[in-house]
């Protein structure tokens, strides 16, 4: 089962705005994750904020978590054309044979030139 | 080497053949994965190896067989694959088990069986 839920599941943007992106959670994490894919390849790590986080930035990249809500998101500013893809938020659940990464449904962004 | 790379990128296989995916890094890490993805759908859990133990097995057929040689490698076997077995895999790899590392995802292997 799915441990994340996105929205939206679709955003369409033109170049130069800000894409914003939701990320919610079931269970207590120690971490959440975001990952790009594009169109039928492999996922890429984009940034890892810990529980004890509430903001991180990597670039154009802003991550906010807030563990009371159980949500996250994630902001793409100045967007490029390159920026299209799939985005993909994960948690690790932590369970006695380890610890498996599960992923939300993802936000399929496109951004238009 | 900061890659996983998986072979071969694509694949046609009928159902009665025998095909193996390959999975390969020199990252040092210990902990490998495999993953299912079907079209517009997230990733999902297929097998994880840690230290070349298979730790997690998420109740997949045993048309799909897992194999880890050593520490840089992972193969998945396939053998009597059905038509809805066609799908993205992807091999992933961490630094271990735990979690609080990012994993790094290989470009994947499109499976079509037919």
């Known amino acids: 089962s799915q441990q994340g839920e996105e929205d939206p599941q679709a955003l369409s943007i033109q170049e130069g705005e800000n894409a914003t992106m939701n990320c919610s959670y079931k269970?207590?994490?120690?971490?959440l994750q975001w990952y790009r894919q594009n169109s039928g390849r492999g996922l890429v790590h984009l940034i890892l904020i810990r529980s004890n986080e509430r903001e991180k930035h990597s670039g154009r990249l802003r991550v906010t978590l807030d563990t009371s809500k159980k949500s996250s998101s994630l902001l793409i500013t100045a967007s490029r054309a390159a920026d299209t893809a799939s985005y993909f938020c994960a948690t690790p659940l932590l369970e006695t044979s380890g610890s498996r990464l599960t992923f939300g449904e993802g936000t399929q962004l496109t951004v238009n030139p | 080497d900061t890659e996983v790379t998986q072979t071969p990128k694509h694949l046609v296989m009928g159902m009665t053949n025998k095909k193996s995916l390959k999975c390969e890094q020199h990252?040092?890490?210990?902990?490998m994965y495999w993953y299912k993805q079907k079209a517009k759908k997230p990733p999902e859990l297929m097998f994880v190896y840690s230290y070349e133990k298979l730790s997690i097995n998420e109740s997949v057929p045993s048309r799909f067989s897992p194999e880890c040689p050593n520490s840089s490698l992972l193969n998945l076997h396939l053998h009597a694959l059905q038509p809805e077995d066609s799908a993205l895999y992807l091999c992933?790899?961490?630094?271990?088990?735990?979690?609080?590392?990012?994993?790094?995802f290989g470009s994947g292997t499109r499976l079509t069986v037919v």
């Open positions: 269970t207590s994490i120690n971490n």
């Open positions: 990252m040092g890490h210990r902990a």
């Open positions: 992933a790899s961490s630094l271990a088990q735990f979690s609080n590392y990012g994993y790094t």
